[in-house]
Structure formats: structure tokens, C-alpha cells
């Protein structure tokens, strides 16, 4: 019987693969970080991504099918990140799946990264109620969208420039906090206070976001007040991400009128926006749909659980990479 | 025990795909103008399996071309090859691409072959083949590799670095039959073995 999806994440700097039942069960997942090849660089370095994500992938793929003990004939599909992300390190996911495929005579889908993501709160447990609204903030995207069911998005409005993710590295950066900025920001910021008013970059205008204007105020006042409290700058950073966040969640909650508000991204595990998200969705009526931390970042359990869609609605896109595939092209 | 070798050459930005049976290339994918330098893997070799009316799983190893050259394409050719590999439970065996295109001029001259190929300016990929082995390699300055060259009375060149006053290269691809006739210098690993692309020094 086949009834496991082999899902397959390369987009950006980690090589990640699980084993996905339709359900959202997830048999068994392993992610090899680059955290280390790209430290020195301040950055993803495309270069040495692609690099690390040729040598990592077929063990990772070895591991997980002997963890879960499956074999490809219990394989129905495997879905391999086609985009948004890097070109080379999406190449060596989209190749080595093509030849998997081709190999164990098991169709591959090629997954839309960002579908992956609004999945990955299902994984494990069906926690989404639909028509819902989603916001996916991380390192690479920041977008808000409505959802009238599993397959059927509308996207909302995204960033103009920098993701919230890549802020709070950038500006962590300034303040000395070292990398991966977030969790280092928001530790800081726990211990701060926000005194100062840094400007809401569009908080009152639509679902489009920027946030480069934010982070360029930090350096100047980073640059006019040396002497400022490291911490204090990160609790008034944290303030006005979330406000704008927040405004943005709330309009889109108040115009779709969603039974669940859905927060996916790497920025999701910030303690401060699960508590600023959780009173916004108590004061409206509606569920809060968070994923455990674990599936909040890149990961292959939620490009297989995304699979799963493909496969019911018989799309089968084309395994050409797409580096700015957007939400709405599955 | 009947081998059928798949061969994959990608670093030159032209894909292509051979296959062989024991000593001889039996399907060639530079012979058909419509699957030359396709990227989709996939499809031309099987059309290469149709067309000599073989079966996926009947494939005994694989050799693919690991540059120097194109980055992104050696990537994923190798990606795919080791792919293949790794679901047939077969070898991926990697060959150089100097070794390829040093044995291609090899066989029409008796002087040493320079090979010169593109890298990230102001650096070039630089080797010296002779008495049928690569003698020489190094990623360095262009200005470095052509010192090497004019110290050399006569010489084959291959590769795709134009330089004033030194000959243009002749090729820049070998062919699948050259391709063969390098693999069967390899001795044939364990079905685990796969390949990994030259790395390239970062500019
Ligand atoms: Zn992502």
C-alpha cells in the first residue's frame, strides 16, 4: 500500500526530509542545518547552500526512509520544494528528486515553499478551522493571506523590501546580538523597555508591509546615541514589529472574518507575537492556529503534508525551479 | 555479465547523455539536434533506453562529469546521476572534466593538451594533460595560466578562454565515445559510491 509522501525542502540553507502521512503525521523527519558552512559569511551564501545541499541529501533521504522503515513501494508521491528560494540549492532538491522518481517509478510533484508553510500547522494534528487567515513571517517571506480552504488562497499583501525575519537578523547585527538574530532579539527585548517611538512603517495602509525604513532608524539612532541600551533598542524594535504585525492580523481578521488566525514563519516561535496574536484572536472570538516551534522553520514535513493537496486536486506542476513563485501559482 | 553504462557530461553548459553497452557507445544523445543540450534528464535518457530497447533497471553504473566548468549545471547533473544511482542501487562514478577534454585532443596529437576553462574573473581553470594523464591543475589568475602556456614550445588547446596571441581552444566538450574510453579506466566501486562535484576555490 502506498500511503507515504517523501517530502523534500531545499529552498535556502537546510537539506530536510520526511516521511508524511495524508493524516499529517509525520513518521520521521531529519533537517541537516548549514548553520556552520555559512556563519562566517553573515548570510546564506548561495554558492556553498547548493554545495551542502548536494552532499547532505541522498543520506538525509536514507536516514529518514530507514527511521521510518519505508521503503519506495510504500511511497504514493514525493514533493520537492520547486520555489520561492535559491536557484541553486533548489536545483539540487528538484534533480535528485527527478531521478529518485524516475528510479522507484514514484511520481514527484513539485511544491510551492509558501504552501508549505501555511501546512506546516496541520502537521501532527489538524489544528486549522477554515475560512482562515494566515500570516507567514520568517526569515525569507512576511505575507498575509485568506484562506476558504486547503487549496484555495488569497493572497493579502506582502513586503516590499526586507522580511521581518531578515530585520531582526539585520538589526541584531547592529546592536552587537550575534546570529540567528531572533531568538537573541526577543531575549533582549524581554529584558528592555520599548522608550523609544521608532516609526510603524504602512501600519495603517492595507496588507502591504516594509520594513527597511524601520531598521534604517535603528542605525541612526544607533549611530546619534551610541550609549543607547541594547536592550531597550530591542524592546522598542520588538514594539513596533508587532504593531505593525498586529494592525495587519487584525484588519485582515476584521475584513475576512475567519474562524482561525494562522501564524507560521520562523519569527511564529517570538514569544512576544504568540502573546500579542493570542489576545487579538480572544478578543475577536476566534481560534489562534500556531504550530509547535519545531515546524515553525523550513522543514520536508511540510512540503509532504503540502504534497498531499497536490495529489487530491491532480496538479502536477513542472519541476522548473521558480525563485519568486508566488502564494496564488500552486 | 552484460554492462550498460549511463554517461552524463554537463560542465561545458551543453548537456549530454550516452549510453554503452560493455565497450560500445549504443546511443548518443550529440547525434540528435532535438535532445542536445536538453536539461531534461529524464526524458532523453529515456528516449536513449527506447530507442536501444533497454529497461531503466538494467543500467549497471553511472558516470558523470564533475567539472570544473558550469556550477550550477555540474550540480545538478551530478545531482541527478547520484540520484539515479542511489535508487538503482548502483555506482555514480565522477569524472574530471580536464580528463575528458585532455583524452579528447589526446587522441590527435602527441603534444601536451592545455586545457582552459572559464571561472569567476579574474580566474580560469587551468590544467595541462600528457602522457595520458592530467599533469597539471589549478584555479588561478588568467594572467598565471598564460605564463604556464607560453612556456610551452608546442601544445593542443581545449576549453573556452580566448586569449590574444595564443591559439583558440579547439573543443570545449568530449565526446560520449571519449567519455567511455575514460570511464573504463576506473575501476568500478561499491553500488554506494557516488560523486561529488570539483570544488571550486571561492572568489
Ligand atoms: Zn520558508
Known amino acids: 500500500m502506498r500511503k507515504y509522501v517523501l517530502g523534500i525542502e531545499t529552498s535556502c540553507d537546510d537539506t530536510s526530509v520526511a516521511i508524511v502521512a495524508q493524516d499529517g503525521s509525520v513518521l520521521a523527519i531529519k533537517t541537516v542545518s548549514q548553520y556552520e558552512v555559512h556563519q562566517a559569511f553573515g548570510g546564506v551564501y548561495p554558492e556553498l547552500a547548493s554545495r551542502a545541499h548536494l552532499e547532505a541529501i541522498l543520506p538525509t533521504i536514507q536516514n529518514v526512509m530507514n527511521e521510518a522503515n519505508v521503503s519506495p513501494d510504500d511511497l504514493k508521491a514525493i514533493g520537492v520544494t520547486r520555489g520561492p528560494g535559491l536557484i541553486g540549492s533548489l536545483l539540487i532538491g528538484l534533480s535528485t528528486a527527478q531521478a529518485l522518481s524516475m528510479g522507484w517509478g514514484v511520481p514527484v510533484y513539485g511544491i510551492n515553499h509558501l504552501r508549505g508553510h501555511m501546512r506546516s500547522v496541520d502537521l501532527e494534528e489538524q489544528r486549522t478551522q477554515y475560512p482562515a487567515v494566515v500570516m507567514l513571517v520568517s526569515g525569507g517571506h512576511t505575507l498575509v493571506a485568506h484562506l476558504s480552504d486547503p487549496w484555495s488562497y488569497r493572497l493579502l499583501g506582502t513586503t516590499r523590501d526586507d522580511s521581518v525575519g531578515e530585520s531582526y537578523d539585520k538589526v541584531a547585527r547592529m546592536l552587537g546580538l550575534g546570529m540567528p538574530g531572533g531568538p537573541a532579539i526577543d531575549a533582549a527585548a524581554k529584558r528592555g523597555t520599548p522608550v523609544l517611538r521608532l516609526p510603524r512603517p504602512m501600519k495603517n495602509e492595507g496588507y502591504e508591509f516594509s520594513f527597511s525604513g524601520l531598521k534604517s532608524s535603528v542605525a541612526r539612532h544607533i549611530e546619534k546615541h551610541p550609549e543607547v541600551s541594547v536592550d531597550d533598542m530591542s524592546a522598542s524594535f520588538v514594539a513596533a514589529c508587532l504593531d505593525v504585525l498586529i494592525a495587519k492580523a487584525e484588519r485582515a481578521v476584521i475584513e475576512c472574518q475567519p474562524k482561525s488566525l494562522i501564524i507560521v514563519g520562523g519569527v511564529a516561535a517570538s514569544p512576544q507575537l504568540r502573546d500579542g496574536m493570542a489576545k487579538l484572536t480572544q478578543d475577536h472570538g476566534i481560534s489562534l492556529c500556531l504550530p509547535p516551534i519545531k515546524w515553525a522553520t523550513d522543514n520536508g514535513a511540510m512540503i509532504g503534508l503540502a504534497t498531499w493537496d497536490y495529489i487530491e486536486k491532480g496538479i502536477k506542476p513542472d519541476l522548473i525551479p521558480k525563485p519568486n513563485l508566488s502564494l496564488e501559482t500552486p | ?203
Open chain 2, 1 to 203: 555479465m552484460t554492462k550498460l553504462t549511463f554517461l552524463l557530461q554537463t560542465s561545458n553548459g551543453v548537456p549530454v547523455m550516452g549510453l554503452a553497452k560493455n565497450d560500445t557507445v549504443i546511443f548518443d544523445s550529440a547525434s540528435d539536434a532535438t535532445l542536445l543540450g536538453s536539461r531534461d534528464y529524464r526524458s532523453v535518457l529515456q528516449t536513449g533506453l527506447r530507442s536501444i530497447g533497454a529497461e531503466l533497471n538494467e543500467l549497471t553504473e553511472i558516470f558523470v562529469d564533475i567539472g570544473p566548468g558550469g556550477l550550477g549545471i555540474t550540480r545538478t547533473g551530478v545531482a541527478f546521476a547520484n540520484g539515479l544511482g542511489f535508487a538503482l542501487d548502483i555506482p555514480t562514478i565522477g569524472l574530471p572534466a580536464f580528463d575528458l577534454l585532455g583524452t579528447q585532443l589526446a587522441d590527435q596529437t602527441d603534444d601536451p593538451v592545455v586545457i582552459i576553462r572559464k571561472a569567476a574573473n579574474p580566474f580560469v581553470h587551468f590544467g595541462i594533460f600528457k602522457a595520458g594523464k592530467l599533469a597539471h591543475y589549478e584555479h588561478c589568475e588568467r594572467e598565471i595560466a598564460v605564463k604556464h602556456i607560453q612556456r610551452l614550445d608546442k601544445y593542443a588547446i581545449a576549453g573556452n578562454v580566448d586569449i590574444e596571441g595564443i591559439d583558440a581552444p579547439e573543443v570545449n566538450a568530449a565526446t560520449i565515445k571519449t567519455m567511455l574510453k575514460v570511464a573504463k579506466r576506473h575501476a568500478i566501486p561499491d553500488t554506494n559510491a557516488r560523486a561529488y562535484p570539483i570544488v571550486e576555490a571561492l572568489s
